[in-house]
């Protein structure tokens, strides 16, 4: 397997500009997870979903960020109208929740963002 | 909210030295996990532990659960270069959430 599948791996944006990252997990996991690594504040959730759908997005910063899960292979994060303290790595994840699974999570490659 | 804090935040050792990271947090988490991420990659699991005192050894890295599952350790003996990088530990809430929550990391340089 090909693992998590982040696209693009570098986004430099201007300032209120509309900035989409996308995502592909591993073929037959059930929940995907979209975080943002900081210096300042380190690794947070932004939103999971499971089976497609979002569990918690209470990590989502504000209204400018959304994100979508239309079928088990793909989602996207999107962000508008950008602003320079949304500059971070994005990481997209994803994981087998099962009965007796083990909850590991894979992480992409990830999506370093700067907002000019 | 649950946090996790870590310590050292940062630590340059030599080769074949012994070193001990720590996980600490006042919450309780059902599963802790230790990561390791490398420059311009994503973490990669290295371990989850559940059980409180649990220990699992893995080579050279040896992890432990604290008994109240509040906390946990990283040590590595004889540390390589190949060790280098940010170890991250992350916590489960109790239940079944996967709203793992990730302290700050340790930064690991292990010079040859």
């Known amino acids: 397997d090909a693992g998590v599948i982040q696209s693009p791996r570098h986004e430099v944006t201007e300032m209120g500009q509309e900035v989409t990252l996308r995502c592909k997990p591993i073929?037959?996991?059930?929940?995907l997870f979209w975080y943002r690594q900081t210096m300042m504040r380190g690794l947070e959730l932004l939103i999971y979903f499971n089976n497609n759908v979002p569990i918690d997005d209470s990590g989502m910063p504000e209204d400018r960020f959304s994100a979508k899960m239309p079928n088990a292979s793909f989602s996207t994060l999107k962000i508008q109208p950008s602003e320079p303290r949304d500059s971070a790595v994005y990481f997209c994840?994803?994981?087998?929740?099962?009965?007796?699974?083990?909850?590991?999570?894979?992480f992409g490659a990830g999506t370093r963002l700067s907002v000019l | 909210t649950q946090l996790l804090e870590q310590s050292p935040q940062f630590l340059s050792i030599q080769e074949g030295e012994n070193l001990t990271v720590y996980c600490n947090s006042s919450s309780v988490f059902s599963s802790l996990q230790w990561y390791r991420q490398e420059p311009g990659e994503g973490p990669v699991l290295l371990v989850t532990v559940v059980t409180g005192g649990e220990v699992k050894k893995l080579k050279r890295l040896t992890f432990q659960f604290g008994d109240a599952r509040k906390d946990s350790s990283l040590h590595i003996t004889a540390a390589q270069p190949g060790d280098t990088g940010l170890y991250l530990c992350a916590g489960a809430p109790p239940g079944y959430g996967q709203n793992f929550v990730f302290g700050p990391g340790t930064r690991l340089s292990v010079l040859p």
């Open positions: 994840a994803s994981s087998f929740q099962g009965s007796r699974a083990k909850n590991i999570q894979y």
């Open positions: 073929s037959g996991h059930n929940s």
